[in-house]
T-cell receptor, first 111, second 115 residues
Framework: EDKVVQSPLSLVVHEGDTVTLNCSYE??????LLWYKQEKKAPTFLFML????IEKKSGRLSSILDKKELFSILNITATQTGDSAIYLC???????????FGKGTLLTVNP | EAQVTQNPRYLITVTGKKLTVTCSQN?????MSWYRQDPGLGLRQIYY???????DKGDVPEGYKVSRKEKRNFPLILESPSPNQTSLYFC??????????????FGSGTRLTVV
């Protein structure tokens, strides 16, 4: 069974700090790994990663995948209070296109 | 605007009273799915559908039913709700190609309380 473990479970930082969120996984038939941001309600898509070593970047957020060591990281530089959210890592393990989610990292950015 | 629309947003009901949560998407996606989100357990898949009239169980299907009579709609039915079905529910749809799920678009969620 596919498994996704995120760490830390929660993190409190000050505005301007840089944070790194971790996602490790176990999978039989890797297809892709995705990151989502969940604020008040519905998760919203951030990145989709399929290849090792290729960084995806959007503004202050970036992510990279290591398929050999089975993990991904999400970096946020110069954090802002608007970055406060739960960040979810999800795995497509090829099982009927299901995404298996980690429990998430709750990031709180204080002014 | 491309979106997944869920209704209602909030619902309080009593044990045993049948209810339906509606879900509709306007992106012509083949794949649709229902998840529930609970503290400490994360998002877990209830049911999914690969296309019209094609549905199957996810990880936590007990107590739920679904149907997919039209491509755009995928309602979630609780025939006899119980308090352990109190949760935050999300409908999602996604674009598939060449064996890859290109990521879910989620509805806004339905906060269900069963008393």
């Amino acid at each position: 069974e596919d498994k996704v473990v995120q760490s830390p479970l929660s993190l409190v930082v000050h505005e301007g700090d840089t944070v790194t969120l971790n996602c490790s996984y176990e999978v039989t038939n890797f297809r892709s790994l995705l990151w989502y941001k969940q604020e008040k309600k519905a998760p919203t898509f951030l990145f989709m990663l399929t290849s090792s070593g290729i960084e995806k970047k959007s503004g202050r957020l970036s992510s990279i995948l290591d398929k050999k060591e089975l993990f991904s990281i999400l970096n946020i530089t110069a954090t802002q209070t608007g970055d406060s959210a739960i960040y979810l890592c999800a795995l497509d393990g090829g099982s009927n296109y299901k995404l298996t989610f980690g429990k998430g990292t709750l990031l709180t950015v204080n002014p | 605007e491309a979106q997944v629309t869920q209704n209602p947003r909030y619902l309080i009901t009593v044990t045993g009273k049948k209810l339906t949560v509606t879900c509709s998407q306007n992106m012509n996606h083949e794949y649709m799915s229902w998840y529930r989100q609970d503290p400490g357990l994360g998002l877990r898949q209830i049911y999914y559908s690969m296309n019209v009239e094609v549905t199957d169980k996810g990880d936590v299907p007990e107590g739920y039913k679904v149907s997919r009579k039209e491509k755009r709609n995928f309602p979630l039915i609780l025939e006899s709700p119980s308090p352990n079905q109190t949760s935050l529910y999300f409908c999602a749809s996604s674009f598939l190609r060449s064996g890859i799920n290109y990521g879910y678009t989620f509805g806004s969620g339905t906060r269900l309380t069963v008393v």
